[in-house]
RNA sequence: GGCGACGUAGCCAAGUGGUAAGGCAGAGGACUGCAAAUCCUUUACCCCCGGUUCGAAUCCGGGCGUCGCCUCCA
């Protein structure tokens, strides 16, 4: 997998044998959460499924940021207090990221709940002299690190350079970033041993990563422009302080775009999770995301969501063929050997692409392939050994990719019975009669496709 | 100005040295009472110009273009 850090592909080497720990930096919950956001944990929670498919035990920690500027300001402005606000848009995460298929995180620590912790290491570094104190805020020193900017390629004369920070002569160095912000007035505050105040944006990921998941864990994962400042500040933070590495590999998923720039909150060119949610299924959200490499960036568009539904349609019908067909105690025994065959291949493509830098494209090719295969020899003379290894496999994949196909489950009797009478109706040529029953069936959501092999249905 | 990514068919997209996966859309065909679904066939000067190599979409150099970061940001 492609390590962020050294700009080459590694091979996966753990810290703890059978096990990977994972910190995805989640969002600030200070409003509506868009697909651009959602794009990150869905990646993520692929990798981590995948890991967990792979045979390792994973835990992933994706944090919530529940204080900062813009949860204040956003809070005064809506007239409530930064917890009521951060309380409401967690349940809104979780809410759509349940309907996504992200499976919850072991952990979702919060900034607030995690204040001691923030200040033992604010301390820490202001006792081995990384870190200094002015006027009650309190603030890293870059320049006693000397391996700033070894994630993100910066050299500390450029940022100085690129004077697109704001210059506070109080600092040291330009680059120097907040630790700790002394209170003001109507802000929430906690007390610390600079006063009272509430900790700058970078600290609180070092601090949670490091109480959940030590030191030179193997896994820190983000959208890509977290690279700077921030995974950059808590690389600091926490090498400064402990010594040795923070995290082994750095993994950063590229952005959504839409009209010509990046999705997001601030320039408010954003597309509501919840809304889309209304037009499409989640799996064709999700089949959408996963449909480029996480690194690249992606274009969002409703001409593309479209083409996700139908390729998602196409998946989900090969899966339903499946499950009504494919009884025969004694399947036909070259058939049976076809199928298995490509359900064999299929894996190994799935699961050769994924080990490949989580190439999701590339993996859903495999099960594209299979689906074609399902589709061409599926049928009433398959057994149902080969079709449950099918089904198994199916599921496996799209398991893996956060996906769950529908269950037509068993068709009701009455609509059974409708059926019965319109294969009677054909018998007797009455095509008006069997178009009438179709028809209601089509309106009851019971949509039907006369086959060689005999009529078939699936749900609407 | 600095750092970085990307440019493959109408659209999306995989492919890191041996003449191009997959999906969507289109066209033609098969099947069908019709419909739907499905299957088959079909569409690529791999941004441009040089270079390395027996051989390059893939490596190197130079352009052009798009995007990200350097400020809050998934």
Redesign the pocket.
């Known amino acids: 997998m492609?390590n962020?850090m050294t700009?080459?592909?590694e091979p996966l080497e753990v810290r703890d044998p059978g096990r990977v720990g994972m910190y995805?930096?989640?969002?600030?919950v200070?409003g509506q959460?868009?697909?651009?956001?959602?794009?990150?944990?869905v990646?993520f929670d692929t990798v981590a499924r995948f890991l967990t498919a792979e045979g390792y035990t994973v835990t992933r920690v994706q944090n919530f940021?529940d204080i900062?500027?813009?949860m204040i300001e956003r809070a005064q402005r809506e007239h409530t207090t930064v917890a009521a606000l951060a309380e409401r848009y967690i349940a809104h995460y979780h809410e759509e990221a349940e309907a996504l298929g992200i499976l919850r995180a072991q952990v979702h620590p919060r900034a607030t709940e995690h204040m001691d912790a923030i200040i033992r290491h604010i301390q820490g570094l202001v006792d081995s002299g990384h870190a200094y104190e002015v006027e009650g805020d309190v603030y890293f020193d870059v320049l006693s690190f000397p391996r700033y900017?070894a994630l993100?390629?910066?050299?500390l004369d450029?940022?100085e350079?690129?004077?697109?920070?704001?210059v506070d002569e109080r600092k040291r160095h330009?680059?120097d970033?907040a630790l700790w912000k002394h209170w003001r007035p109507g802000e929430p505050s906690w007390p610390s041993p600079w006063g009272q105040g509430r900790p700058g944006?970078?600290i609180e990921c070092s601090a949670m990563a490091e109480t959940y998941l030590g030191m030179d864990f193997d896994i820190h994962?983000?959208?890509?422009?977290?690279?700077?400042?921030?995974h950059e500040n808590e690389i600091a933070q926490s090498e400064a302080w402990h010594g040795g590495r923070f995290a082994r590999y750095w993994l950063?998923?590229?952005?959504?775009?839409?009209k010509?720039?990046?999705?997001?909150?601030?320039?408010g060119n954003?597309m509501q999770v919840s809304s889309l949610r209304q037009r499409y299924a989640p799996q064709v959200l999700r089949?959408?995301l996963l449909?480029?490499?996480?690194?690249?960036?992606?274009?969002f568009?409703e001409?593309?969501l479209?083409?996700?539904?139908?390729?998602?349609?196409?998946?989900d019908?090969?899966y339903g063929?499946l499950t009504v067909q494919g009884q025969a105690e004694e399947g036909a025994q070259a058939l049976d050997r076809r199928l298995l065959e490509a359900a064999r291949l299929a894996h190994e493509?799935f699961y050769r692409?994924m080990r490949?830098?989580f190439?999701?494209?590339?993996?859903?090719?495999?099960?594209?392939?299979l689906?074609?295969?399902?589709?061409?020899s599926m049928g009433p003379g398959v057994g149902a050994a080969a079709t449950r290894r099918l089904r198994g496999a199916l599921r496996e994949f799209a398991g893996v990719l956060g996906l769950e196909f529908t269950d037509p489950g068993e068709l009701e009797p009455h609509f059974a019975a409708m059926i019965r009478q319109?294969e009677l109706?054909?018998g007797r040529?009455d095509?008006?009669e069997?178009?009438r029953i179709?028809d209601e069936l089509a309106r009851a959501g019971v949509?039907?496709?006369?086959?060689?092999q005999g009529?078939?249905w699936?749900r609407a």
């Open positions: 492609y962020s700009r080459r592909r995805v930096c989640g969002p600030t200070y959460l868009h697909i651009g956001n959602f794009r990150c944990f990646v940021t900062d500027d813009r900017g993100s390629g910066q050299r450029e940022i350079a690129g004077a697109r920070i704001e330009p680059a970033f944006w970078h994962a983000g959208g890509h422009d977290l690279i700077f400042p921030h950063h998923n590229g952005m959504l775009t839409l010509g720039a990046k999705m997001s909150r601030s320039e954003v089949l959408f449909s480029a490499h996480y690194r690249s960036p992606l274009v568009s001409e593309l479209q083409s996700a539904a139908s390729a998602w349609a196409r998946l019908e090969a063929r493509n692409a490949d830098d190439n999701t494209a590339d993996a859903l090719a495999g099960v594209f392939d689906a074609r295969e399902i589709n061409t319109r109706a054909r040529r095509w008006a069997a178009d179709r949509l039907l496709e006369d086959t060689a009529v078939r699936r």
